[in-house]
Antibody, heavy 120, light 111 residues
Framework: QVQLVQSGAEVRKPGASVKVSCETS????????LHWVRQAPGQGLEWMGW????????NYAQKFQGRVTMTRDTSISTVYMELSRLSSDDTAVYYC?????????????WGQGTLVTVSS | QSVLTQPPSVSGAPEQRVTISCTGS?????????VHWYQQLPGTAPKLLIY???NRPSGVPDRFSGSKSGTSASLAITGLQAEDEADYYC???????????FGGGTKLTVL
């Protein structure tokens, strides 16, 4: 069965960076784009960008360009999202989600979420 | 301020029917981009509920249905059950932003 398992909760100080992992299993890793979506406490969903596990190509939301980096390691079917220059506004649960078909934006499987807390 | 506009909350009694609207613009829903809907139960990750405007993934009850017209889309839930109490989000692609956008979410309360 398809599974996306994310790394554990993180606490960072303002100005620092955080790297969240998303380990996939149960399907062909290189066949599906993976997206990152975040949710601030009590707020809605916010799309951050996608990565192609096949080519490593990425596309980031305008809001996060210059601050986010998405990478992948095909040997362990894992994608990563690194966010730099953190502020308290980045406190959120970060989700990885699989795109059902290339570039459709249909997120059919989600990770369990990773809480990132930014606090001094 | 979300690009897609949803009502913050809706409510209904068990067995009743409710609808949740999702209003966009000419750069997203009105441009012909598909709308997808997600259900998020408290403390859990979102779950795909409706894709490509009106299609249900395997395992989603037929009590849930979606439609799209012009610059708006709607999610309808019939035969409301207590387990439907959750947050619901619409999603589409926006050409001006060159990325996917979500509605602000609607909290469904089953009375």
């Amino acid at each position: 069965q398809v599974q996306l398992v994310q790394s554990g909760a993180e606490v960072r100080k303002p100005g620092a960076s955080v790297k969240v992992s998303c380990e996939t299993s149960g399907y062909r890793f290189t066949g599906y784009y993976l997206h990152w979506v975040r949710q601030a406490p009590g707020q809605g969903l916010e799309w951050m960008g996608w990565i192609s596990p096949d080519s490593g190509g990425t596309n980031y939301a305008q809001k996060f360009q210059g601050r986010v980096t998405m990478t992948r390691d095909t040997s362990i079917s894992t994608v990563y999202m690194e966010l730099s220059r953190l502020s308290s506004d980045d406190t959120a649960v970060y989700y990885c989600a699989r795109d059902q078909t290339v570039h459709t934006g249909i997120f059919d499987y989600w990770g369990q979420g990773t809480l990132v807390t930014v606090s001094s | 301020q979300s690009v897609l506009t949803q009502p913050p909350s809706v409510s209904g009694a068990p067995e009743q029917r409710v609808t949740i609207s999702c209003t966009g613009s000419s750069s997203n829903i009105g441009a012909g981009y598909d709308v997808h809907w997600y259900q998020q139960l408290p403390g859990t990750a979102p779950k795909l509920l409706i894709y490509s405007n009106s299609n249900r993934p395997s395992g989603v009850p037929d009590r849930f249905s979606g439609s799209k017209s012009g610059t708006s889309a709607s999610l309808a839930i019939t035969g409301l059950q207590a387990e439907d109490e959750a947050d619901y989000y619409c999603q589409s692609y926006d050409s001006s932003l060159s990325g996917w956008v979500f509605g602000g979410g609607t909290k469904l309360t089953v009375l």
